[in-house]
């Protein structure tokens, strides 16, 4: 692994304070220190309930509020029921890649084992919500197209195209994530120039949090695409 003495060895941190770093992968516990962030916030919104609520619980409302509304223009009334699905891959996605602004750590989504990972759950999980809406036989139905006959020639086709999802999230995310992790690090390892840490904070640093917040928002928002795609009847999905 290449060191850059100007960066935060996190790696070397974690070992002095007593956590194995060889036999872990970096976007693993780069994941767990996402999660930990998740789960921190969450305890500090819930701990204690306020009618008149405080900085975090506030934002934590508005956050659950603004994915409830987008599931219920994707999805309709029933799209509250995928919250935790939804909400829980965009706050992962979106903590993550602002990661990568904090030097010294890495986004877990710019490695391709994370974004594969999500994009799987997604895959698996809107299947698994298009069964139990309508049944295997019917969900499988609509892989056949709108003419009985066709449905030789549409089935591969809507198979291929549904096993080509997972894939084009997964390397969508990735790649724009991994593009601009590169793109920081040179700069970052080129500090000791004096130009490029002009450049760092008053371009790619703007640039690298507005490409988190909208990849995440694609990919929450294809997502919902793909849910509603499954559990919506044929007449919803003319309409």
């Not at 976007?27 to 405080?54: E, K, N």
């Not at 309709?76 to 602004?101: E, M, S």
């Not at 990972?117 to 919500?129: G, H």
Request: charged residues 10%; contains cysteine; aromatic residues 12%.
């Amino acid at each position: 692994m290449e060191h850059h003495p100007t960066l935060i060895q996190l790696p070397n941190f974690l070992a002095v304070i007593g956590v194995p770093g060889d036999w872990i992968p970096e976007h693993v516990w780069m994941a767990w220190v996402v999660m930990a962030i998740l789960i921190g916030i969450s305890c500090l919104a819930t701990r204690r309930l306020d009618a008149v609520p405080g900085p975090v619980q506030n934002f934590m409302e508005v956050t659950v509020e603004a994915f409830t509304d987008l599931l219920t223009q994707m999805i309709g009334p029933k799209g509250k029921r995928y919250l935790p699905l939804i909400g829980t891959a965009g706050l992962f996605i979106l903590v993550g890649n602002l990661l990568g602004v904090v030097p010294g750590f890495k986004p877990p989504t710019a490695n391709l084992n994370t974004t594969a990972a999500l994009a799987i759950t997604v895959f698996l999980s809107y299947n698994y919500f298009g069964i139990r809406e309508h049944g295997i036989v019917a969900y499988l139905r609509h892989f056949c197209g709108p003419i009985l006959w066709l449905a030789p020639i549409m089935f591969p086709i809507e198979f291929i195209g549904h096993l080509a999802r997972p894939i084009s999230l997964s390397i969508r995310l990735f790649g724009n994530i991994f593009g601009e992790e590169s793109v920081v690090m040179i700069l970052l390892s080129l500090i000791w120039l004096g130009i490029p840490y002009v450049i760092y904070l008053g371009i790619m640093m703007p640039l690298s949090l507005f490409t988190s917040i909208v990849q995440s928002f694609v990919f929450v928002m294809l997502s919902m695409v793909y849910i509603a795609g499954a559990v919506q009847s044929e007449h919803e999905e003319h309409h």
